[in-house]
């Protein structure tokens, strides 16, 4: 094993919405393992899953939606000491779905912050902005001052918190050092005039500042893991690499984690460390950005990076993947691998459900296609015609048009 | 060669406003209206048989200006030629016959099409509002519209909710083409959709240019799209055209600082692109209510020019310009600047005691660099009228040190095969004076 310390490993997690369409399989059995201060890259087509795998990290599954199944182990020794001796707790690790929802809701803010792609549908309209992320200053403050953060009196908190912030947020209190701090946090993610702008609401922000914004309000608690959902897909190319230098910069100084979701292979070139492919629910293949991008083994991985067109290329033709993204609705999703039907190099042993292969021994790259240990040959190759037309009309749209909790594939 | 490509579409001077503050209650308070310059004198051709790609970033004007040269917008001032007539002059008949020869295909796939009708009438409308053929025959060529696009004849009886977005985009093509036009604006036409679902879309776009002879306008703020898919490319900034000329010019050797800008910012998909030392310009897109004087990307620009008798680094020159705008727009707050030397008097008044020390704390606050000692001390002067909150004097002091001439002439476009508007490229005297 090497020595790397992982901040968050997530074993088998299972997301679903139970809708009247019936079960959609969004993230299914899921494993990943995500080390201490890297920039790990979630990279998929629309309703693949990544938005729900993160927000099943943090605990923002609503319903029709919820986690079926799968531990999702955080390290955080000091949690842990006081946890002690319950399922909860493996060494330094605590499993964040054995915890009460109140101990969970606790550390949003203070050890896990997300960002999203629209940054206006995550502020109020009627709060100017300095005063919001006081107030998430606030919260952490008092967090953080209960020294037993985890006992009953911080639930009821929690509890009070999250009723006040639905009804009264408009006439809370921040304090002067609260908005001071706020002004130091837009400072610090390079928002000019701090002072002024902070009295200003959201409307009145462009998108990159309000992005920074965004960024700063989710600095206030100091997390250890920062999930940053498309958080440059609304944005224009030169604010985009602003942000993106902004992150960078803060994930340097501060040494955060930062879970990047993005469908932009672009972005985590740019960003990442490693990096995993999801396709329909699974990542479908992971390892360093060189093991995905140079020597990628899975059909889908290579069709993906093959259909991107090249900002210096040639104008070659573009080798598009064929057919649709597939439907995750549980009675259509047949029990083989779930890409064999648009896989150009589907075989009969494809008919049985892949399970993980590493791909060398190296440890980090792994695929779930059974190409990692078998030659692809014509003679094991299913007939062309073995899953009927490609272009029959999308089962893919039998999923809701806009979920709530997503982007619903709607970025640009 | 230029024989053979004759412009189809020639633009010329077109300008389209858009009106805030013109209600009619507005109009009875006394307000002034307010014009949104969306697309502000952009001239270019369009030659049969090519595409031209209309790239820039969200807001620039793009879409406004496919819009109105279809005249599916009234244009504020200038003229489109399409095979040699004036669109904004057409009527009748020479009208209809426009309409058939150019169309337009939209970017949301999701809206674009009418949820209650099938797809084979959404195709069929432009057959039956223009008659064309018998009823039999109308059938027939969706049919064949359906094929052609990559979708079977037998969908021709669904609705477009059974349909994914690029199979939707498909259906927006196909109608597209229904009347056999010579021209087609493509606005955005993939950009709600997946990659792998893009490539299959680009494909079958260049698949049809090549099969019909089709004219294109690709608009798109996807640089890689547009540098796969054009012959030619227009870069447009805040309603004007900044740049246009080849494809491989443009992406090999772009003359003007935002296309230089915007193609450096594009992350690049490959392992070396962590390493890829890249220049990022600061700031917004100004507002096209109140866009800056002279060349409008001056308020951005990493190569703004100095004046001729300044010796200064240019970096150290983009951070004094940033800092004119700042004073010049009142955007430091100086109530909060430094701690000690300034307080508030008795009647709530602002008071610096220290104007050294404050004007220091200005300075560090908001110049991104330190100065050479010359500079530096030009500053400092420029900058204490701000401790009695004179605010014009410091801008004009800053002004007469440090104007550009970036800020007084806007750069003209000029003509050639690949011209750029800035005047690090044009010849001096090239520009047009502001209005
Ligand atoms: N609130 C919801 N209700 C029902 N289905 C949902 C909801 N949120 C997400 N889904 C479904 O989960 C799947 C994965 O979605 P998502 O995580 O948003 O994908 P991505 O972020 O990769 O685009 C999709 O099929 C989506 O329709
Ligand atoms: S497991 Fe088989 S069908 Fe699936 S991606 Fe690999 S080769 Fe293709
Ligand atoms: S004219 Fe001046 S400000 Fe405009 S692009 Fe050229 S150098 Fe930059
Ligand atoms: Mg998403």
């Keep these: 094993m090497s020595n790397v310390t992982d901040i968050l490993r997530i074993d088998g997690l299972k997301t679903r919405f139970f809708t009247d369409n019936g079960q959609v399989n969004a993230v299914e059995d899921l494993d990943v393992r995500i080390e201490d201060g890297e920039v790990f890259g979630i990279v998929g087509e629309s309703g693949s899953g990544k938005s729900v795998m993160a927000l099943s990290i943090i605990d923002l599954i609503e319903r029709p939606g919820r986690i079926t199944d799968g531990e999702i182990w955080f390290r955080a020794p000091d949690i842990a000491d006081e946890l002690v001796e319950t399922d909860a707790v493996d060494g330094d690790y605590v499993d964040l779905r054995a915890m009460s929802p109140e101990q969970r809701g606790l550390l949003r803010g203070s050890r896990f912050s997300m960002i999203f792609q629209d940054p206006m549908s995550s502020f109020n309209p009627s709060i100017t902005v300095g005063e919001q992320i006081a107030e998430a200053v606030e919260a952490q403050r008092r967090a953080r001052s209960n020294p037993r953060s985890l006992d009953a009196k911080s639930q009821h908190y929690g509890l009070t918190d999250y009723l006040l912030g639905g009804v009264l947020s408009s006439k809370r209190y921040v304090s002067e050092p609260s908005l001071d701090r706020a002004i130091e946090l837009l400072e610090l993610v390079g928002i000019p005039d701090p002072a002024e702008r902070a009295e200003e609401y959201p409307h009145e922000y462009s998108g990159g500042m309000l992005q920074r914004a965004m960024i700063a309000q989710a600095l206030a608690g100091e997390p250890d893991v920062l999930i940053a ?18 992150l960078a910069e803060l994930q340097t100084e501060t040494g955060m984690t930062i879970l990047l979701i993005t469908h932009n292979l672009g972005v985590v070139a740019r960003m990442c460390d490693r990096v995993g492919v999801m396709y329909a629910g699974e990542i479908v ?13 899975h059909p889908y991985t ?21 057919g649709n993204v597939p439907s995750l609705l549980d009675h259509e999703m047949p029990d083989r691998c779930y890409f064999a039907d648009r896989c150009p190099k589907a075989m009969e042993e494809c008919l049985e459900h892949p399970p993980e292969l590493a791909v060398n021994d190296r440890g980090q790259h792994a695929t779930r296609c059974y190409l990692a240990e078998t030659e692809y040959t014509a003679a094991k190759a299913l007939p062309t015609d073995y899953f009927g037309a490609t272009e029959a009309p999308a089962e893919a749209d039998t999923a809701p048009e806009e979920p709530t909790a997503t982007d619903g594939g709607d970025h640009q | 060669m230029s024989d053979v490509h004759q412009p189809l579409v020639k633009v010329d001077g077109l300008e389209k406003y858009f009106w805030e503050n013109d209600s009619l209650l507005d109009r009875l308070l006394g307000e002034d209206p307010i014009a949104v310059r969306a697309v502000d004198g952009v001239s270019f051709d369009i030659r049969e048989g090519e595409t031209l790609g209309l790239v820039g970033e969200s807001g620039c004007g793009k879409s406004t200006t496919g819009e109105t040269l279809l005249r599916l917008q009234e244009p504020t001032g200038g003229a489109v030629e399409f095979e040699g007539n004036n669109v904004y002059d057409l009527e009748g008949k020479d009208l209809t016959a426009f309409r058939r020869e150019a169309q337009v295909v939209f970017q949301d796939p999701f809206s674009s099409l009418d949820p209650r009708m099938t797809i084979g009438r959404i195709v069929q409308q432009p057959l039956d509002v223009h008659e064309v053929g018998s009823k039999a025959e109308r059938r027939e ?42 021209f087609i604006v493509l606005d955005e036409p993939t950009s709600a959709l997946d990659v792998s679902v893009q490539a299959q879309v680009l494909n079958l776009l260049d698949d049809l240019q090549a099969d019909f002879g089709l004219t294109y306008l ?25 740049e246009i000329g080849p494809s491989e010019e443009i992406f090999g050797e772009p003359k003007h600082p935002y296309t230089k800008a915007l193609l450096e910012s594009v992350p690049r998909a490959s392992t070396d692109e962590r390493d890829r030392e890249r220049e990022t310009i600061s700031g917004d897109v100004p507002s096209p209510r109140d866009p800056p004087s002279g060349c409008r990307f001056r308020t951005r620009c990493p190569e703004v020019i100095p004046p001729d008798d300044l010796e200064i680094d240019q970096s150290e020159y983009r951070a004094i310009m940033t800092l004119r705008q700042r004073v010049e727009q009142r955007a430091i707050s100086l109530e909060t600047v430094g701690d000690e030397d300034r307080r508030v008097d008795d009647d709530g008044e602002f008071v610096v005691e220290n104007v050294d020390a404050f004007v220091a704390d200005v300075k560090a606050q908001i110049l991104e660099t330190t100065l050479p000692p010359r500079e530096d001390e030009a500053v400092t002067e420029a900058l204490a009228p701000l401790a009695e909150e004179n605010w014009d004097t410091a801008a004009e002091r800053l002004e007469e040190r440090y104007g550009s001439v970036c800020e007084r002439a806007n750069p003209d476009l000029g003509g050639g095969t690949h011209p750029a508007a800035c005047h690090l490229v044009s010849a001096p005297g090239d520009s047009r004076s502001d209005g």
Excluded: K, W
Aim: charged content about 25%; glycine content about 8%; hydrophobic content about 40%.
């Design chain 2, 141 to 182: 060529r969706v049919r064949d519209l359906l094929e052609r696009v990559g979708l079977a004849a037998e969908h021709a009886d669904r609705y477009p909710h059974e349909f994914s977005g690029g199979q939707r985009q498909r259906i927006g093509i196909a109608r597209a083409l229904a009347l056999e036009p010579e």
């Design chain 2, 218 to 242: 690709l608009i798109s703020h996807d640089l890689s799209v547009i540098r796969h898919v054009c012959d030619r490319v227009a870069v447009m900034y805040l309603g004007e055209i900044v």
């Design chain 1, 229 to 246: 959902d498309e958080p440059t897909t609304a944005l224009d190319v030169t604010i985009q690499a602003q942000v993106l230098d902004l």
């Design chain 1, 285 to 297: 293949e992971r390892g360093t950005l060189g093991d995905v991008f140079d020597n990628p083994v």
């Design chain 1, 302 to 322: 290579q069709g993906l990076l093959g259909s991107i067109p090249d900002l210096q290329g040639v104008a070659e033709r573009l080798q598009p993947i064929e």
